[in-house]
C-alpha cells in the first residue's frame, strides 16, 4: 500500500514568517493530495487540496505544490498568524477509497 | 462543517466490554472511515464502507467490526474492550464531486 511520510514533525516560526512542511508518497498510483489543520481537541479540517494534474495551487495565505517525479508535496503558509498554530496532516490516495495520512506536523507560531 | 455526527462524544468503560459507536451523515456519501488517533500515530485506519453493507479492513482492524446497513449509518464495534483502545475515532466521509472527506467531531474513548 501507499506510505506517506511527513516532516518536520514540529515547526516553530515568528509570526510573519513563512512555514513549510513536507511529504513524501510511495505509490506512483496517488493522484489526489489533502492537506489537514487540526486545533487543539477539534476534528481534523481540509484546508486545501492538489491532484496530480496540477502542479501548485494556492489559496490566500497557503498554497500546494506537488512534484509527481519526485512524489513529493508541500504546504507553503505565508504571512504567519498565532491562529495557524495547529497540527498539519498530508495525506495521499489514487482511488479515493482509502488515504493514508502522514504522522502530522504541530506548527506554533510565536507571537 | 459537512453534515457527520458520532455518538457517545465521551464514553469510559471497562476491559472486556463490548462498546459500539455510531456514525451518521447525511450528506449520502459513497464512503465512510473510522479512524483512530493516538499521540505520535496521526490517524490510522481501522475500517471503511463503499457502500451498503461494502466494508474492508484498514491498517489496525483488528479488534474491531463494523456494519453499514444504511448509507447513513456506519457503526464501529470493539468486541471486547481493550485498554489498547482507548483513543479519540474519528469517523469521515467522502464521495461528493471532488471526493473529498470530511471528519466528524471525534469521540474520546477511555477503557479502564
Known amino acids: 500500500g501507499e506510505n506517506v511520510e511527513q516532516h518536520p514533525s514540529t515547526l516553530s516560526v515568528q509570526e510573519g514568517d513563512s512555514a513549510v512542511i513536507k511529504c513524501t508518497y510511495s505509490?506512483?498510483?496517488?493522484?489526489?493530495f489533502p492537506w489537514y489543520k487540526q486545533e487543539l481537541g477539534k476534528r481534523p479540517q481540509l484546508i486545501i487540496d492538489?491532484?496530480?494534474?496540477?502542479g501548485e495551487k494556492k489559496d490566500q495565505r497557503i498554497a500546494v505544490t506537488l512534484n509527481k517525479t519526485a512524489k513529493h508535496f508541500s504546504l507553503h503558509i505565508t504571512e504567519t498568524q498565532p491562529e495557524d498554530s495547529a497540527v498539519y496532516f498530508c495525506?495521499?490516495?489514487?482511488?479515493?477509497?482509502?488515504?493514508?495520512f502522514g504522522t502530522g506536523t504541530s506548527l506554533t507560531v510565536i507571537p | 462543517d459537512a453534515g457527520i455526527t458520532q455518538s457517545p462524544r465521551h464514553k469510559v468503560t471497562e476491559t472486556g466490554t463490548p462498546v459500539t459507536l455510531r456514525c451518521h451523515q447525511t450528506e449520502n456519501h459513497r464512503y465512510m472511515y473510522w479512524y483512530r488517533q493516538d499521540p505520535g500515530h496521526g490517524l490510522r485506519l481501522i475500517h471503511y464502507?463503499?457502500?451498503?453493507?461494502?466494508?474492508d479492513k484498514g491498517e489496525v482492524s483488528d479488534g474491531y467490526s463494523v456494519s453499514r446497513s444504511k448509507t447513513e449509518d456506519f457503526l464501529l464495534t470493539l468486541e471486547s474492550a481493550t485498554s489498547s483502545q482507548t483513543s479519540v475515532y474519528f469517523c469521515a466521509i467522502a464521495g461528493g464531486f471532488n471526493n473529498e472527506q470530511f471528519f466528524g467531531p471525534g469521540t474520546r474513548l477511555t477503557v479502564l
Open positions: 464502507s463503499y457502500g451498503v453493507k461494502d466494508t
Open positions: 492538489i491532484r496530480s494534474n496540477v
Open positions: 495525506a495521499a490516495t489514487n482511488t479515493g477509497n482509502q488515504f493514508y
Open positions: 505509490d506512483s498510483a496517488s493522484n489526489y
